[in-house]
């Protein structure tokens, strides 16, 4: 009867609109399993009394602390900034500390992070009211763009992408359509299904000022159709606005950009191209809401709405602070969570990031925290069996398993001409693949090879001319020594009295500004000649030195062994 | 033109050279060409062209230079002669068209000019008594054949880099126990001619 | 003696046709353009470190060379990558690298320690890439960035201030780690791992 109701709706998509969609044919569908979570309304974490604020926001886009140590600091102050992109203190307190701190990433990188003790009060920046204004119709689109780099926001949903710049980028195209992302497809995440359910108006808001800002023809909210009460919220929020609300099948990843771009649009993006050429923009629905907060309300981006679940304990969605310690979201969800925490990811069960470090603070990225009571939650990985149930889900239509062989045998141009770059990181062929074999972790790693591969040809490339333009300049010197010298020679062929040393220019040739004898004469300071026979002394008796060392161990040269 | 077709096909498929009459399998399994497919393709094809050459060159010069002159016992010698001779022309003009992605073939062109599978299409040829267009069908069939071998071989080569093939059966062992098993299959053209 | 005269009249014929297709070849073979543009691939797919570990005064000539039949896996710097991809790009067996010329190794640069230079501008002399800043009589400096790790400026220098220090790869936080590597993140640091961390601690 369910699945009855779903496919009519799906049919209608919503009264007044036959959009036709093109949903995800490939993917996969596992359970759900974000009733738990759902099931209670969004809770307000408990201030933390130490938040962590990474200074690295997007891969390696580093900010500048605007703050000292021990300086006190008010909720939504700005802390850290770069070219008119902020960072704002989550809470009131004082600067304990700027310094290096685990945070959540893959490569399990340390980056700077300022570290604020919290007083408690939670006390607003009163900057925060000024910049308040209902209406936004009455700045100019540009301006809002920079407000919302000014609240530091990024994207919300999965990469963190800094907000204004894909703003900014799409502003140069001509944006037709807009969508927002409130798809949500992974497993256990309901962090925007909440929001949805509570603070859909809001949500909407935030779209209207996206469309004002981008001048969207069409503006769609595509939704997952499983999301009952998300939808129902979300339709009465667009009543008398040009938004459109098309549902979609529940599949997984049917909310990766691509494919969505796909399911609404029927376009395809090449690879490297960005959606903008295409004419489409695509928000996430938690961004949306945190546009609505920074341009309606002036407050900054200072919290997010994450899901923390897993088994070992109370699944909840909770409005957590940035830079608030994970263990403090876990704790708040289970007294006795750290305990019975085996394995702690960061993001869904199928793309996250597995953590080692309880103490990396949460950030805007962070939609979901699995606190797990098994090890890991991978099987042991087998043998490849060749079933090609990889191939049938892979929503990129790329074909894993080939991909796989690539990447484990490091067979670098294979993996790349087999378009491993077209790989979304989805994780369904982890899903289906009956070897229990981690492909996408295969996958990244390769990505990362690769990567390092282009860096090292265009080290090379870049070598390669220096060191040509190192060849031409001597081959320059040697030119100009030669022909000096044979001006020379008629000199004194012409004027025989005059002897010429022809020697000097000998040396010359060999080497254009080495310290001669005459140099150093006119260096004539005995201190530094002292300090040259010391060194020289010094280099003489480490040389001896190794020269036993190697007799020692009588390994013979490398070099003195190939010229025997 | 039926039986042109069957030729090829027969000499390509059924008949295969390399797999089914074991002509020039040293040279497939020798050949260096690491772990890619063009350098097998390019070889297949030079092949192919000489094959196909050889086969006419050698049929017009035995019927207008040996038979005439009683001196059909020089065949052997002639035939490997031309062989060489036209690798070296080939080389030259493939060298002229393809400047850049020449040279890895250079070491490989020798390898046809001793090729068995060369060789051994014209001696069949002339054994057969076949005629001057029957002979060029069966030489671009045989050629085929062996382009076709050499794709599937090497392709099969860069599966089985893998490194979890248990360790007594790395290398060539693996590779003739494929190629066995390939000829196996191809013994299965036999029912299609 | 009929026999023997047509036995002549073949060979004879037979080796003008050789001739001919030898000088017909020998035209159509083109100048010394293709080997160039054989040698500039090859030579991009060498690493460009200049280091001459390879016998070589640098990478070109070791390229030429590999057009010419030289072995592959001389290449240090480049290690088994390069290895591979000669193989590839050569189509010739692949082997490891010959440890007569050395073993792979991280990426390295060259450091000078400052107080040391004495200012002999030996080293500036002996970089093939112009990575060394400094004058006579002045402390020199290593463009960390231009560097390298060729090695060459280690031997002339007189007082030994020149060290090879591995060279700190741009960290990107998607380094992802392959699996069977231990499922645990390893952090660069020490840092608590969960259940180490008290809870009394001040977070």
């Known amino acids: 009867m369910n699945s009855l109701i779903r496919l009519s709706r799906r049919l209608r998509n919503q009264a007044g609109y036959t959009r036709k969609t093109r949903p995800l044919r490939r993917g996969i569908t596992p359970p759900i399993n974000k009733s738990d979570s759902l099931s209670k309304a969004i809770q307000k974490l408990p201030l933390a009394k130490e938040l962590v604020l990474p200074l690295r926001v997007y891969q390696s886009l580093t900010l500048e602390p605007v703050v000292k140590e021990g300086e006190a600091v008010l909720k939504g102050q700005v802390i850290a900034s770069l070219d008119g992109f902020n960072i704002h203190a989550p809470s009131s307190g004082t600067v304990a500390t700027i310094e290096d701190r685990p945070y959540a990433n893959p490569a399990g990188l340390y980056a700077p992070c300022i570290v604020i003790n919290t007083d408690g009060m939670d006390r607003w920046h009163p900057s925060i009211s000024d910049r308040a204004s209902e209406n936004f119709n009455e700045r100019s689109p540009y301006a809002l763009i920079e407000l919302i780099a000014e609240a530091g926001i990024t994207g919300l949903g999965g990469a963190g992408f800094p907000c204004h710049q894909k703003l900014h980028s799409a502003t140069q195209h001509n944006i037709d359509t807009l969508i927002i992302n409130a798809m949500e497809c992974e497993p256990s995440i309901a962090a925007d299904e909440a929001l949805l359910q509570e603070r859909a108006t809001q949500v909407v808001e935030g779209i209207k000022i996206l469309q004002y800002i981008l001048h969207a023809k069409t503006c769609l909210v595509a939704i997952e159709d499983s999301k009952d009460a998300a939808i129902k919220q979300l339709l009465s929020a667009v009543e008398g606005s040009d938004i459109e609300v098309v549902i979609l099948p529940t599949r997984y990843p049917s909310g990766s950009e691509q494919q969505l771009i796909k399911a609404l649009c029927d376009k395809e993006l090449a690879r490297g191209q960005l959606p903008a050429s295409i004419g489409v923009h695509c928000q996430n629905v938690a961004t949306s809401y945190a546009i609505f907060e920074a341009i309606c309300l002036g407050r900054p981006l200072v919290s997010r709405i994450t899901t923390i679940t897993g088994d070992a304990l109370a699944s909840c969605n909770v409005e957590v602070l940035l830079g608030t310690p994970v263990v403090d979201a876990l704790e708040f969800c289970d007294e006795n969570a750290l305990e019975k925490t085996k394995s702690l990811i960061f993001g869904g069960p199928l793309m996250g990031v597995e953590l080692a470090n309880e103490l990396c603070p949460v950030n805007a990225t962070t939609n979901c925290i699995i606190a797990s009571q098994s090890q890991t939650l991978l099987k042991p990985e087998q043998d490849c069996i060749r079933c090609g149930f990889c191939a049938q889900v892979c929503p990129a239509y790329l074909l894993p398993q080939q991909l796989l062989l690539a990447s484990q045998q490091g067979a670098h141009e294979q993996a790349r001409a087999g378009g491993l770059q077209d790989c979304i990181e989805c994780g369904a062929c982890n899903y289906v693949c009956p070897s229990h074999i981690p492909l996408v972790q295969y996958y990244r790693a390769e990505k990362a090879e690769l990567r390092n591969l282009d860096a090292m040809a265009s080290r090379a490339q870049h070598w390669q001319q220096r060191f040509e333009n190192h060849q031409a300049r001597l081959d320059k010197q040697k030119a100009t020594a030669l022909d000096r010298r044979s001006r020379a020679l008629r000199m004194r062929a012409k004027a025989p009295q005059a002897p010429i040393k022809t020697d000097l220019h000998d040396e010359q040739i060999k080497a254009p500004s080495s310290a001669t004898a005459e140099t150093s004469a006119v260096l004539s300071a005995d201190q530094a000649k002292s300090d040259i026979q010391a060194a020289l002394a010094r280099a003489r008796a480490k040389k001896a030195q190794q020269q036993q060392s190697t007799a020692i161990s009588d390994k013979p040269h490398p070099k003195s062994e190939e010229k025997e | 033109m039926t039986e042109f077709i069957v030729i090829i096909v027969a000499a390509a498929l059924a008949n295969n050279y390399v797999l089914v009459q074991f002509l020039g399998a040293s040279t497939v399994y020798s050949l260096p060409l690491g772990s890619k497919l063009e350098p097998a393709i390019a070889f297949g094809i030079a092949n192919l062209l000489i094959i196909v050459g050889s086969g006419a060159l050698n049929y017009l010069l035995y019927h207008a230079l040996l038979v005439p002159t009683a001196t059909t016992y020089l065949y052997l010698v002639m035939f490997m002669l031309i062989n060489s001779l036209l690798v070296v022309l080939l080389d030259a003009i493939w060298q002229r068209l393809h400047q850049s992605s020449y040279l890895p073939l250079k070491s490989s062109m020798l390898m046809i000019a001793i090729n068995t599978c060369v060789l051994g299409s014209t001696l069949i040829s002339l054994e057969r008594n076949s005629d001057f267009l029957i002979t060029l069908a069966q030489a671009l069939g045989a050629g085929l054949g062996f382009l076709i071998v050499m794709v599937l071989l090497s392709a099969m080569r860069i599966k089985l880099s893998d490194p979890r093939i248990p360790a007594p059966f790395q290398g060539s062992a693996i590779a003739i126990i494929s190629a066995g098993l390939l000829a196996l299959g191809f013994l299965g053209f036999v029912g299609i001619v | ?203």
Not at chain 3, 6 to 24: E, K, M, Q, T
Not at chain 3, 194 to 201: F, P, R, V
């Open chain 3, 1 to 203: 003696m009929a026999q023997l005269l047509s036995l002549f009249i073949v060979v004879a014929v037979l080796s003008l046709l050789s001739l001919g297709i030898l000088r017909l070849a020998k035209l159509l073979k083109v100048d010394g353009k293709a080997q160039e543009q054989w040698i500039e691939r090859i030579n991009g797919v060498l690493p460009q470190t200049q280091c001459g570990q390879c016998g070589y005064s640098g990478c070109r000539p070791y390229a030429q060379a590999l057009s010419q039949g030289e072995a592959i896996n001389k290449c240090p710097p480049g290690g088994a990558a390069t290895i591979n991809r000669l193989s590839n790009l050569l189509a010739r067996e692949s082997v490891p690298l010959d440890p007569i010329h050395g073993v792979e190794s991280e990426r390295k640069i060259a450091y000078i320690r400052e107080a040391d230079c004495i200012g002999c501008t030996k080293c500036i002399q002996a970089c093939p890439v112009d990575a060394i800043l400094g004058a006579s009589k002045r402390m020199h400096t290593v463009i960390v960035s231009e560097c390298t790790g060729c090695d060459l400026c280690v031997e002339p220098c007189p007082v030994d201030c020149i060290d090879m220090i591995p060279a700190q790869s741009p960290a990107s936080i998607s380094q992802w780690r392959k699996p069977g590597s231990p499922t645990t993140i390893i952090w660069p640091q020490t840092a608590p791992s969960i259940g180490d961390a008290t809870k009394g601690q001040p977070r």
